[in-house]
């Protein structure tokens, strides 16, 4: 068990730029969910898979947002047309689905200039 | 709809103080209540849980106890040390599928 990897740690763009992060999973957890952390806030709900279904995404989540997880193992989350506001925290955690223990990845720091 | 409310910190404690950081919950449903903590340089685990009206969380010598009365899901340590700096975060999840989490309580434990 090597825990939730995501890559890459820290990403820095400019703003009209899209860009793309990963998560791996533990193998053997089948949901994967990603969120959303800002400085002094708590981490906000994005979207979730179970294998390779998209089973919910938040109402709050921009069209520029999109997320996929082809296979039911790993995961991209890319953000298209950055703006300032994206500057965030992005958070990979997975789960198996009776426990409801989150194992979350250390996340990527996105940074829109 | 569903929400955590945590109290603000920043907390700062000596060595072996009593710990209490409140949290608050809004929920439709029946809930299951989770404290997660974040050291510094490391990712969210998982401290502890309830899933049900009186269950006690324990874990490191932490307790909560789920609170149904009051929606309340307090975390409690007796006897606080240095490693328990951390940030530690409230959430609850109604339907297994989403988690809410509250804005975190910054903890600083001074020897």
């Known amino acids: 068990d090597t825990g939730v990897s995501q890559n890459p740690r820290h990403k820095i763009t400019k703003r009209g730029q899209n860009v793309t992060f990963r998560c791996d999973p533990i193998?053997?957890?089948?949901?994967l969910y990603w969120y959303r952390q800002t400085l002094g806030q708590g981490p906000e709900f994005l979207t979730y898979f179970q294998n390779e279904a998209q089973l919910e995404k938040s109402r709050l989540l921009s069209d520029r947002f999109s997320a996929e997880r082809p296979k039911g193992s790993f995961s991209t989350l890319e953000i298209q047309r950055t703006e300032q506001g994206d500057s965030a925290m992005y958070l990979c955690a997975s789960s198996y689905p009776a426990n409801e223990k989150l194992f979350f990845g250390s996340g990527t720091q996105l940074s829109v200039l | 709809g569903n929400s955590v409310t945590q109290m603000e910190g920043p907390v700062t404690l000596s060595e072996e103080a009593f710990l209490t950081i409140n949290c608050t919950y809004t929920a439709t449903g029946y809930p299951s209540l989770f404290w997660y903590v974040q050291y510094p340089g490391e990712g969210l685990q998982l401290l502890l849980k309830?899933?049900?009206?009186?269950d006690k969380g324990s874990n490191k010598g932490f307790e909560a106890t789920y609170r149904k009365e009051t929606t309340s899901f307090h975390l409690e340590k007796g006897s606080v040390q240095v490693s328990d700096s951390a940030v530690y975060f409230c959430a609850l999840s109604a339907t297994g599928n989403q988690f809410y989490f509250g804005t975190g309580t910054s903890l600083t434990v001074i020897p």
């Open positions: 309830a899933t049900k009206a009186d």
């Open positions: 193998s053997e957890h089948n949901r």
